[in-house]
């Protein structure tokens, strides 16, 4: 296994990492800095078309469009590098955390805790409308779909805990929560996650400066050193969905990485690339109309 450093920025949470099929480029955020960060593997260009207060994750619409959770409920598009913030659409404090889209077009999206209450999961139907699926969350994380779309995977960060549930395509609702990976001796703690072609979850272990596999019954295959600790989120890209991106966090926000030893965690903050004997599926796009 090869570990690459692919873009030298330096994110305060660098996170939500999504492959652009259409634009052939990896997209992913800096919550902290407020930066849409955009990378171009085969030319190595890399900008940020955005830049506002806070954005916590983006996922693709079906029309190429992007779709932007920010803070306090707002929801905005992000149209040919511009961000038009459309709707407040769940009245919180607090930003959003991790988002995915669902194969018919919703949105699962999590917010953090505040000082009263703790994070919520919520879908985000295609005609707008918003239902709470989970209350008193610590920290609402990684999420994912087993391969015959009949359960819905939820990483809740600090019970060191990714959920599964009864997924209902159909209706979006999910159902039946079970334990399906709980890893308190692991290094770190599970963060953002993906779902592989076979099946295998790959499992981003904040503060654990590793990635874990897991098979479909939850069973430990491997762990895929970082080198720096704070290790966020994972997303097969590149045209084959054979890369798989890692984003990780602990920089100055700065834009760029520093220039020591990587293995000392002077790479804090930055997009890297790691070569695994497997391949990613495309990612569901949202198809959800705002305002």
Known sequence: MTVTRVVDTSCRLGEGPVWHPDEKRLYWVDIESGRLHRYDPETGAHDCPVETSVIAGVTIQRDGSLLAFMDRGRVGRVVDGDLRESARIVDSPTRFNDVIADPAGRVFCGTMPSDTAGGRLFRLDTDGTVTTVETGVGIPNGMGFTRDRERFYFTET???????????????????????????????????????????????????????????????????????EKVTSVAFGGPDLDSLYVTTAGGDGDGSAGEGDESTGDAAGALFRLDVAATGRPEFRSDVRLG
């Open 158 to 228: 600090e019970a060191s805990t990714v959920y599964r549930y009864a997924y209902d395509e159909e209706t979006g609702a999910v159902s039946a929560r079970e334990r399906f990976v709980e890893s308190p001796e692991t290094p770190g703690l599970p963060d953002g996650m993906t779902v592989d072609s076979t099946g295998h979850i790959w499992s981003a272990r904040w503060e654990g400066g590793c990635v874990v596999e897991y098979d479909a019954d939850g069973t430990e295959l491997g762990r895929f050193d970082v080198p720096t």
